[in-house]
């Protein structure tokens, strides 16, 4: 079986996002790793949509979790009749597909696909176990497919990065990090790059699990807090700032983790391009139709479950904020180099 997946981190590989099998999906949980290497198992397709919500698996991770809880779903209604089978996946669909906020729009294709794959096995006079695996070697196809389309923006953003540069990022990446990882590996001179990863509190996705990808992945790698970007900018001579994206609105704006707008704006103030990875969102045609997903507050009131604040003091936590376009350079995407003016051009 081809998989796309093959030279890349641990943290990368399909198992150790999540995976389906035997009537249970297990997720790694990046709330922990790499100070731990747990596992969250789920045996309902429900377990999956809460462990989605309790940021078990964060940035891609939420997809490939609810690819395979759709697997899950369908080997929990196997004995069904075709009706209540149906209507069971449709709700599994639409409970999985809103986990979170923020990224529903973009989960329901994930799990609308799954379902067009039952609704073609049960066309088919195929039932039970047969579709759950039919839904599950999809999940696989949708994987390579995915990883195979980022390894091209992995390769257009390498050619941004100087031979001997020094990036920086901002929370998690998922993919775009691994496959630019191998393209600079692939690249002569490549290997001398060096990272700066901010580190992304309320859960460290910068501390924990970029630069763990970056580091298995043999490159030199920094973390810092979140507060030193502008004023580490400039003093280890960042040539790059680039991040993903939760949502590229169709207007240009950029949602992703809270932080990205402020080292965009230090970026900017610096004279240091910003370029974000990702697909532009024709469901999301401006910033209006995007809803930032606020978060427990006290998240922000303790560190890795310590808390740090008197009682009574309060916090709040949206999850994500907005950059404007004028703060971007460009939108890297599997099809080159777009601006974030001129982004029907993708399609």
Known sequence: MHRADYDLAMLLKYENVAWYEDGKVRILDRRVYPIKTEYVVCETYGQVARAIAD????????YTAASMGMALAAYEGASLAEDK??????????????ARPTTAKNMALITERAMNVVRNELLAGRSGRTVVDAVFSDN????????TRYEKTGEHLCDLIPGNGVAMTQCFAETVVGMLLRALRNRKSGGNVKFICPETRPYYQGARLTASVIRDMGFDVTVIS???????????????FTSAADVICMDGHIVNKTGTFQIALAAKHWGIPYFVTGTPNR??????????EQRDPALVLESMGLKHTLPGVAGYYPAFDITPPKFCDGVVTDKGVFSCYDLMRYF
């Open 140 to 147: 696989i196809d949708r994987l390579n497919e995915h990883y």
């Open 226 to 240: 979140d507060n030193m970007p502008a004023a580490v900018m400039k003093a280890k001579n960042v040539d790059i």
């Open 283 to 292: 469901q999301h045609p401006t910033i209006d139709t995007v809803t930032i």
């Open 55 to 62: 940021m078990v698996t964060q940035s891609g991770g939420p």
């Open 85 to 98: 089978f149906i209507a069971h996946m449709t709700n599994a669909a639409h409970t999985l597909a809103n």
